[in-house]
């Protein structure tokens, strides 16, 4: 079954993946013409597009213990869940930008003022760089430094989930377990990390 698995992610071509992506945003956006986004469409569409922008971040830490624990194999797809990732988050940003705030100074003096937006743009300037070397060229001309550059996703990851917890105006259960869920993946990740130099 795991072999099935594994050689159906390898040859899945990624391009209608990238497309697929685009399909989520524009239901939002019918549905807020429409009415289905409530009475604070801009927001339910911002805090949609965040929610989800994480949830890649997650499946992407997901990947290597995923591999480790069960053989199933997502690591071809890897490029394309960060890439998926960075885009809904960048369009998170865009819609509170352009939709929610509007004014410039405002902008600058929330993120100055608010923590959770301090972390959150600090998350996004981090995913920069890793989107930007995500492809081909940049593993071969940055070489090892590749693989130390998008170590970053250590602090991405759970940046973006404490930017989710802090956002919530009351008490709730489901952003305390994203953030429990980051953490147990992220010493998940580094016990495998471990292990790997240890053998080496």
Same mark, same amino acid.
């Given at each position: @079954?795991?072999? %099935?698995?594994?050689?159906?992610? %390898?040859?899945? /071509?990624?391009?209608?993946?990238?497309?697929?992506?685009?399909?989520? /945003?524009?239901? &939002?956006?019918? $549905?807020?013409?429409?009415?289905?986004? =409530?009475?604070?469409?801009?927001?339910? @569409?911002?805090?949609?597009?965040?929610? *989800?922008? $994480?949830?890649?971040?997650?499946?992407?830490?997901? *990947?290597?213990?995923? +591999?480790?624990?069960?053989? $199933?194999?997502?690591?071809?797809?890897?490029?394309?869940?960060?890439? *998926?990732?960075?885009?809904?988050?960048?369009?998170?940003? !865009?819609?509170? $930008?352009? !939709?929610?705030?509007?004014?410039?100074?405002?902008?600058?003096?929330?993120?100055?003022? %608010? /923590?959770?937006?301090?972390?959150?743009?600090?998350?996004?300037? &981090? @995913? !920069?760089?890793?989107?930007?070397?995500?492809?081909?060229?940049?593993?071969?001309?940055? =070489?090892? +430094?590749? +693989?130390?550059?998008?170590? !970053?996703?250590?602090? #991405?990851?759970?940046?973006?989930? #404490?930017?989710?917890? @802090?956002?919530?105006?009351?008490?709730?259960?489901? /952003?305390?377990?994203?953030?429990?869920?980051?953490?147990?993946?992220?010493?998940?990740?580094?016990?495998?990390?471990?292990?790997? *130099?240890?053998? =080496?």
């Amino acid at each position: @079954m795991k072999d %099935r698995f594994n050689a159906f992610v %390898r040859k899945l /071509p990624k391009w209608p993946l990238y497309i697929a992506a685009l399909l989520y /945003p524009c239901w &939002l956006l019918w $549905l807020a013409f429409n009415g289905g986004l =409530g009475v604070d469409p801009t927001k339910a @569409m911002e805090h949609a597009l965040g929610k *989800v922008g $994480l949830q890649f971040l997650v499946l992407g830490l997901l *990947v290597s213990p995923l +591999r480790k624990h069960t053989g $199933l194999s997502l690591m071809p797809l890897r490029r394309v869940i960060g890439l *998926v990732a960075f885009f809904y988050i960048s369009l998170h940003l !865009l819609v509170w $930008l352009l !939709l929610d705030v509007q004014i410039l100074s405002q902008i600058w003096a929330d993120i100055l003022k %608010r /923590p959770y937006i301090t972390i959150g743009m600090a998350g996004l300037v &981090l @995913m !920069l760089p890793l989107a930007i070397t995500s492809n081909n060229w940049s593993v071969r001309r940055l =070489g090892p +430094r590749w +693989r130390k550059l998008h170590r !970053l996703t250590y602090i #991405v990851v759970p940046l973006g989930g #404490v930017h989710y917890l @802090m956002q919530a105006k009351s008490f709730q259960y489901e /952003p305390w377990l994203y953030l429990i869920g980051i953490v147990a993946l992220l010493v998940l990740r580094l016990r495998l990390r471990h292990r790997r *130099v240890s053998v =080496g």
